[in-house]
C-alpha cells in the first residue's frame, strides 16, 4: 500500500503558473505508475499526465501537451505536476494517483484503473 498527500493548489491568474506536489510514503520499494487526474465540476475525472517510475517516460493529454510537465524526484519520493500558462478551464480538483499493477508504455491509465489516491488539491483560474 502507499499513501499519496497533494499540496501546491490555489488561485491564480490566467497564464500564471503552479506546481503540485504528491508526497508519496508506504510500500515505495515498488514500481509504480503515477497519474495525475482532475476533476471539474459536473464533469468526469480525466486524466491529464502519467509516467512510470521504471521508466520514467511521461504522457500527456492532448489538452495540456506543451503546458504541463510531470516528473518524478525519487530522493523525496515526491511526483509534481508543473503547470504553466494557465488558462479557466485548468479550473478543477487535481488528484495524484499511483498503481504497481499497471505496465508502462500504455499511456494514460483510465482513471479506474488505479488503486490509490490522494485527497485531491483545488486549482482556481481566473
Known amino acids: 500500500h502507499v499513501q499519496l498527500v497533494e499540496s501546491g493548489g490555489g488561485s491564480v491568474q490566467a497564464g500564471g503558473s503552479l506546481r503540485l506536489s504528491c508526497a508519496v510514503s508506504?510500500?515505495?520499494?515498488?514500481?509504480?505508475?503515477m497519474g495525475w487526474f482532475r476533476q471539474a465540476p459536473g464533469k468526469e475525472r480525466e486524466g491529464v499526465a502519467s509516467?512510470?517510475?521504471?521508466?520514467?517516460?511521461?504522457y500527456y493529454a492532448d489538452p495540456v501537451k506543451g503546458r504541463f510537465t510531470i516528473s518524478l524526484d525519487k530522493a523525496k519520493k515526491t511526483v509534481y505536476l508543473q503547470i504553466d500558462s494557465l488558462k479557466p478551464e485548468d479550473t478543477a480538483i487535481y488528484y495524484c494517483a499511483a498503481d504497481s499493477g499497471l505496465p508502462y508504455g500504455q499511456g494514460i491509465p483510465a482513471w479506474s484503473e488505479f488503486n490509490y489516491w490522494g485527497q485531491g488539491t483545488q486549482v482556481t483560474v481566473s
Open positions: 509516467l512510470h517510475t521504471a521508466v520514467g517516460t511521461p
Open positions: 508506504g510500500h515505495t520499494y515498488k514500481q509504480y505508475c
